[in-house]
């Protein structure tokens, strides 16, 4: 028997940000008021490096002071120019990224289930004006990895992942972040891990990182040396505080999101029209997201299942409605036409994410499911 319903005072949204414990917040900047070194490469900055890197399983990890700078530097650091193919389906910062270094964003289609780069649509777009693939984890799915670095081979382009989502996702061969040439975290509040603001590249080498370090520092060498056309993107310590405060929690927030998604699994398993998400795809998932598909076979279209929830007083959201290619700034692009990726488009009118995250009640899940339920049951 499930739990009584909750009385909702205030609404559930989509997401509410993990906290670590206050007092371990204020520990660490005690240390910060003592040292009074505020920024600019400061030890617990230094120190959050070493530890994201251990626990991500990764060599080497730059910081950033969010996951859009963190997209703007990698771009800038691989030298990149002409066409970058990415995707519709995701934030507008993806393409913002590219419009910033002078890049032009070639859209292409996604795959059903993963929501990631479709190879196939990635290979029929490049021209020879094509220098770099910049594909979404969307939602923590792993994309195709290994198709996706056989074409970047075969072509001579690099490989950005947007891994804004992806925190701790690992394939069958460890960190989901190894793979490409780059692959860029986001620590924003609405993430799996956040320093309320942040964000990090993860770097193959030393060398990279020693590059992209220069460019977050306005491409300072050292005091009388400029190497680069730098951008200050510097994570804070107050930032790496938070991190460093957050990162033990999150083996315990990710397995109160895996019990959640569960949750919801077996609470809304057989509803016709009613699809469910897929974590299976990765060796270990985060559960950023849970987005379900209201497919057109059911008894009612997305945006009405969105409203009546509202009613209800739970917040889900349409990520990611309108696709990018959508939005105004990105009309005149030559590969704008909802024709060249039809995938993404029922995607973006079928999705929607319902609310996830570390200490989301049991209740409020029953409540969320019932509402579906008489929704999708009649
Ligand atoms: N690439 C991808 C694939 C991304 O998804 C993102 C960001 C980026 C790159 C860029 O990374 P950052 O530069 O942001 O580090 C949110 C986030 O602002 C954005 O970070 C995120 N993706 C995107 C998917 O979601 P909105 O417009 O949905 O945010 P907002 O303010 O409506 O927040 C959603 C809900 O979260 C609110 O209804 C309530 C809750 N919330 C939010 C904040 C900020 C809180 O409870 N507390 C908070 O402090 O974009």
């Known amino acids: 028997m499930p739990p009584p319903e909750p009385r909702f005072h205030e609404p559930i ?9 206050l007092a371990d917040v204020v520990q660490l900047l005690e240390g910060v008021w003592e040292r009074r070194i505020l920024t600019n490469g400061g030890p617990l900055h230094q120190q959050l490096e070493q530890e994201l ?19 703007l530097v990698a771009l800038k650091a691989l030298r990149l120019q002409g066409e970058v193919i990415t995707t519709p389906f995701s934030f507008v910062a993806t393409s ?18 993963c929501y990631g780069l479709d190879p196939a649509s990635i290979e029929a777009s490049i021209t020879p004006r094509t220098t770099a693939i910049l594909p979404v984890h969307c939602y923590g799915f792993p994309c195709d990895v290994e198709a996706i670095q056989r074409i970047a081979d075969d072509y001579n382009l690099k490989v950005i992942y947007d891994a804004a989502h992806a925190f701790g996702v690992e394939c069958h061969c460890g960190s989901l972040l190894q ?43 050292d005091e009388l040396t400029v190497a680069a056309n730098g951008i200050n993107a510097k994570m804070s310590e107050l930032h790496a505080a938070v991190g460093l405060a957050q990162l033990p929690t999150i083996d315990a927030a990710i397995a109160q999101r895996q019990r959640a998604a569960e949750l919801y699994l077996q609470q809304l398993g057989g509803l016709p029209g009613l699809e469910l998400p897929d974590f299976s795809t990765a060796q270990r998932a985060n559960y950023a ?12 279209d997305r945006d009405a299942v ?26 005149s692009n030559p590969t704008a036409s909802p024709s060249g990726y039809p995938v993404a488009v029922r995607a973006a009118e079928e999705v ?7 200490d989301l009640e049991d209740t409020v899940i029953y409540r969320i499911c019932d509402i579906l339920r008489n929704i999708f049951l009649g």
């Open 96 to 113: 913002e990224a590219l419009s910033w270094n002078g890049l032009e964003p070639v859209f292409a289609d996604i795959q059903e289930g």
């Open 289 to 300: 997201y849970f987005p379900v598909r209201v497919r057109s076979d059911a008894p009612k």
């Open 306 to 331: 969105v409203e009546q929830l509202r009613s209800h007083g739970i917040v889900p959201r349409r990520y990611f409605h309108p696709l990018i290619s959508q939005f105004q700034y990105y009309c």
């Open 179 to 221: 793979h490409g040439d780059l692959a860029v975290l986001s620590f924003h509040a609405t993430k799996v891990f956040n320093t309320f603001e942040g964000g990090a590249i993860v770097c193959p080498d030393a060398k990279t990182k020693k590059r992209i370090d220069r460019l977050k520092n306005f491409g300072f060498v």
């Open 53 to 71: 890197a251990a626990y991500l399983g990764v060599e080497h990890i730059s910081l950033f002071a969010n996951g859009t700078l963190a997209l």
């Open 13 to 21: 949204y989509v997401t509410r940000p993990h906290l670590p414990p």
């Open 352 to 358: 929607l994410c319902l609310p996830i995250y570390p």
